[in-house]
């Protein structure tokens, strides 16, 4: 069965860009929340021994395993690119693929940024890997770009932008331009290297 990961940081160590109390309801209330319900749904079936990828890559088409393992695998990623010490300009590979593929750092910002405004309601902004170049683009609830038929096919997410209204709203209620600004200043590029 699958559990809550441990963050690498403390709650308060995102502040001012995410609060405390966004991030604790978010990791222990929201994420906790998926991982009960695709356990639910995966218990006692053929998938249950399955990872996560697999899960989404495969076996989406059953809406609770879909929306709540979509959920896990977002935000376990989510975590993993934020960091205390992250933001400033990409480097190594990163910034070789952003540079390639949108002339610069702020073209890739200014997509970005884009993608995560635009997502009506509930959803993802996403970069991906794909082939050898880096797309963005944008998901629905908690669909991702490992479900079949999102991006293009053995599309590696690299960075995922929650734009969730329980991600932001304690903070900065309806501002998501705002947020979507602040996260740029906690983004792990050394993370987001290593899944490349
Ligand atoms: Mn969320």
Redesign the pocket.
Known sequence: AFSLPKLLYSYNDLEPYIDAKTMEI?HSK??NAYITNLNNAISGTSIENLSIEDICKNHSENMPIRNNGG?HY??SL?WNILSPEGGGNPNDKIAELINSSFGCYDNFKEKFTNAAMTRFGSGWAWLCKVDNHVEICSTPN?DNPLMPGICKDDSIPLLGL?V?E??YYLNYQNRRPDYVSAFFNLINWKEVNNKI
């Open positions: 978010h929201h994420h959920g977002n935000h989510f908690q929650d969730w329980h991600a």
